[in-house]
């Protein structure tokens, strides 16, 4: 494979990484109470995930694919290590989460 062609291949994985994660942010909720005291860290990891997710969009409108999706990497594991574990509620989603039943 070419140069050409694996960049092309890589934009390509990339979008379709970023409709994957819409897709997953539009469905997780917070699962913990408000009086829990994961609740902070549930409110400061959703920060952090769109941050990273917001950066991913941000290095791809500047035509640099490898840190988008290395940001995405990063955002969406954070995203589905906090669903696996409970933190954030999927929905029971099996397509967009690696849930634990």
Known sequence: ??????????KQRVKRYIEVENAALAKITIAV????????????????ILSYFSDAKHF?????????????NYSYGWIDSLVRLGVLDGHDDHSLFTLYR
């Open 1 to 10: 494979m070419d140069h050409n062609n694996i960049e092309t291949d890589l």
């Open 33 to 48: 109470p408000d009086n829990s005291m994961l609740k902070e860290f549930a409110d400061s990891a959703m920060t952090m």
């Open 60 to 72: 791809m409108e500047n035509n640099d694919p490898i840190n988008a999706f290395a940001a995405l």
